[in-house]
């Protein structure tokens, strides 16, 4: 079982940033893809960005292309969603997961592994 364990939300105004970490423990970190998911109220869970075991690789949803950015440090086993220019759209809790496969999952159904949520609030 891998155990994740987000942190960094909180309130923003529009703008501003937020970073994002998503500590995993109880497996080989360097064997999962990661990824972070969001749910706003009233609204679907959706894909937000996703990063590839040794990070060479990284998938964005395209509203956040050019404004956040995943990355990982596998001697961490840290994950990390820098968010720049929020917006009150961005507002929803991140959610971050993993799976251990060699692709680079983007949706809900192919992640084994999800953490409990940190709430993101913009406020405009």
């Known amino acids: 079982q891998a155990h994740l364990v987000e942190s960094g939300g909180g309130l923003v105004q529009a703008g501003g940033s937020l970073r994002l970490s998503c500590a995993v423990s109880g497996r080989t970190f360097s064997w999962y893809a990661m990824g972070w998911f969001r749910q706003a109220p009233g609204k679907e869970r959706e894909f937000v960005a996703a990063?590839?075991?040794?990070?060479?690789?990284?998938y964005y949803q395209d509203s956040v292309k050019g404004r956040f950015t995943i990355s990982r440090d596998n001697a961490k086993n840290t994950v990390y969603l820098e968010m720049n220019s929020l917006k009150p759209e961005d507002t929803a809790v991140y959610s971050c997961?993993?799976?251990?496969?060699?692709?680079?999952?983007?949706?809900?159904?192919?992640?084994?592994?999800w953490g409990q949520g940190t709430q993101v609030t913009v406020s405009s």
């Open positions: 997961v993993a799976e251990h496969t060699v692709m680079i999952p983007t949706t809900a159904p192919e992640y084994t592994y």
């Open positions: 990063i590839s075991r040794n990070g060479d690789d990284t």
